[in-house]
């Protein structure tokens, strides 16, 4: 398990200098001054009458948001939270991942890190594992504020454990599309914009696909493609109010944020699955294929690179 | 045996040959120094045969294993020091050692010893505690050294070991490859210099636009056996001016250098024609109190080779 010891030297590296403590306080007084300053907002927007500890649903008649914002406001804190710590997690797992492979590239120590014998794929499992480990130390600065968010209520056990493991598979991914990245990119900058390209296309790119499709009476055929967008996905999790929610988008956009609207899986009738399954399940196999992408692409003599089409998509390595 | 083989190596680098169709033979616990000019390959062979590069033909074979097959078992083979690297920040000198190893596969219980022989055999021992970031160059090639020893190789590959050190950093760093030479390991150093090999190689291959051109002793390639062209350092009791006009009047001598104390010329020819010179000057009344290789004479020879001035034989 010699890949371990890319994570500990990885951890000893970050965890010495003070930049990473500077960053890790400002990101728990980020989190908690969001929590606080949402349920500010939410409190000075919403009339009074609605019960500010648990939550109930919003009375009959038309649904506004405001409404139900008011009625369910621990959920919308709290995924709020979940929506705002997603985004940093798009944010920090590239950058962090990013500079893994390229960064030592950038300081000659990358040929020193192969010709210990070490197999690519070790090299690689031990960077995203280090990079997965330190962007989750972060994402752990968002703890108080879920914990205050949580005590308004209206959150159950399920949906607490399904946004915990969508936030870890968001950060494996975004990992091992920076580690990817890494792997192909001379430097670290322009590792860092690849890495963010591809994680803009996952939230935008997958946005707006869904849109042009469901626009072109496409709806039930593009769906799928949404699985692909964590914060989309994200939004889908507590699906009673999701399905309220959504109620206020034109009809063919409804199943955008419809928790309720489960898919048939890429037209296959009877394979119908909640999105959140799908997107795990779609997480896993894509870090699985930049993993074994990176490990091809970090090795001049991987014995793919014989082939002609793996030198051409990767170089040749020399 | 040959513990190293290359055969009819090729290597494609920018578009194009950085090798071409090298072969090469090198004996177990053997020690080759690879010359030639910047540009002739000299790095990328030390990095195909640590398998970092990825031959475009031919073959590269190591204790046996094929680079193309298992180049894991090949690195696993190799100790390989660049002649650019850096260190991690923030790591000592101890924990910088200690994660190679652990990278190299060195057992738990057999590391912190195998660290610590291999920091005191590079006299890094009680330094151990500082940031490897903090060393200077000389020590930065001597932990470089003690990392490409850490698992043991049967081979070790050196680019340009003692490029850009100042003397005392050349001296140490000699003594411990003369001490790595000792304990049997095979060893590979490349070089523009042939003075560096002086000490630690036994043979000498010369490379050019990526082809190995010659392949001798270094015994022979130091005594300049055949047409040369060497630098050459004389002392003599008396007028020194006359001495350097009479000199640059022999055939094959040029570049002649009045250093103060002594006269240094570069010599072209072969050892009997500067048996010729010196009785000449003799003849002419020469009080002659020293005569022989200038302090950077190999390095004439060395460039000879590289330029391909004259041909050296064993």
């Known amino acids: 398990m010699t890949w371990t010891s890319i994570v500990s030297k990885e951890l000893t590296s970050r965890l010495q200098g003070r930049l990473t403590y500077v960053i890790l306080t400002l990101m728990v007084v980020a989190f908690t001054g969001l929590v606080l300053g949402s349920f500010w907002a939410i409190v000075a927007s919403v009339p009074t009458i609605v019960p500010v500890i648990g939550s109930s649903a919003a009375g009959g008649g038309s649904i506004s948001l405001s409404g139900l914002v008011g009625a369910y406001r621990g959920v919308f804190l709290f995924f709020a939270m979940a929506f705002c710590l997603m985004a940093a997690i798009g944010v920090v797992a590239p950058a962090v991942a990013a500079v893994s492979i390229s960064g030592e590239r950038e300081e000659g120590t990358f040929d020193l890190l192969l010709s210990t014998g070490l197999a690519p794929r070790s090299i690689v499992w031990g960077k995203l594992s280090a990079s997965v480990v330190f962007v989750l130390l972060v994402a752990l600065t968002a703890v108080p504020g879920f914990a205050m968010a949580w005590m308004f209520g209206g959150v159950g056990v399920i949906e607490l454990v399904l946004t915990a493991v969508l936030l870890v598979a968001a950060v494996c991914l975004f990992s091992a599309i920076g580690v990817f990245c890494s792997s192909l990119g001379r430097t670290s900058a322009v590792a860092a914009l690849y890495a963010y390209g591809l994680i803009f296309l996952l939230g935008m790119g997958t946005l707006a696909v869904y849109v042009v499709g469901a626009a072109n009476q496409m709806e039930g055929t593009f769906r799928p493609v949404l699985a692909l967008n964590p914060w989309v996905t994200l939004f889908a999790v507590p699906e009673q109010i999701s399905s309220q929610v959504a109620q206020i988008l034109p009809f063919q956009f409804r199943p955008l944020i419809d928790g309720t609207a489960q898919q048939d899986l890429f037209g296959l009738r009877g394979l119908r699955y909640p999105r959140w399954a799908l997107t795990l399940v779609l997480y896993v196999l894509l870090t699985a294929f930049f993993l074994a992408a990176s490990s091809v692409a970090v090795d001049p003599c991987h014995r793919l690179r014989e082939q002609r089409w793996v030198r051409a998509l990767f170089g040749r390595g020399s | ?314």
């Open chain 2, 1 to 314: 045996m040959a513990l190293i083989e290359l055969e009819q190596l090729s290597v494609d680098q920018h578009g194009h040959k950085a090798l071409d169709g090298v072969t090469l033979s090198v004996a177990e616990g053997a020690s080759l120094g690879l010359v030639g000019p910047n540009g002739s390959g000299k790095s990328t062979l030390l990095r195909a045969l640590a398998g970092l590069v990825r031959p475009a033909a031919g073959r590269v074979l190591v204790d046996g294993y094929d680079i193309r097959h298992d180049v894991t078992a090949v690195r696993r083979r190799v100790g390989y020091v660049p002649e650019q690297f850096g260190v991690y920040p923030r790591l000592t000198i101890a924990q910088y050692l200690d994660f190679f190893a652990q990278a190299s596969g060195v057992s738990a219980w057999e590391r912190k010893n195998t660290v610590d022989t291999m920091l005191r055999v590079v006299d890094l021992y009680d330094s151990r505690q500082k940031e490897a970031a903090s060393l200077s160059r000389g020590s930065r090639r001597r932990l470089a050294l003690a990392r490409a020893l850490l698992h043991n190789p049967p081979v070790l590959l050196l680019d340009d070991p003692l490029g850009g050190l100042d003397g005392r950093g050349r001296l140490e760093l000699v003594e411990v490859l003369k001490e790595v030479r000792g304990m049997g390991i095979t060893l590979l150093v490349a070089t523009h210099l042939l003075a560096d090999l002086a000490q630690i190689c036994e043979s000498v291959a010369v490379l050019r636009d990526g082809r190995l051109i010659s392949l001798l002793p270094l015994t022979a390639a130091l005594a300049g056996d055949g047409p040369a062209r060497r630098r050459v350092q004389l002392e003599a009791v008396g007028e020194r001016e006359q001495l350097a006009a009479l000199l640059i009047q022999q055939p094959g001598v040029m570049d002649v250098n009045d250093q103060g104390l002594a006269i240094s010329f570069v010599y072209e020819g072969d050892r009997e024609g500067l048996a010729l010179v010196l009785g000449q000057l003799v003849t002419a009344g020469a009080r002659v109190s020293r005569f022989g290789p200038g302090p950077d004479g190999l390095d004439e020879i060395s460039a000879a080779l590289a330029e391909g001035v004259g041909r050296l034989s064993a």
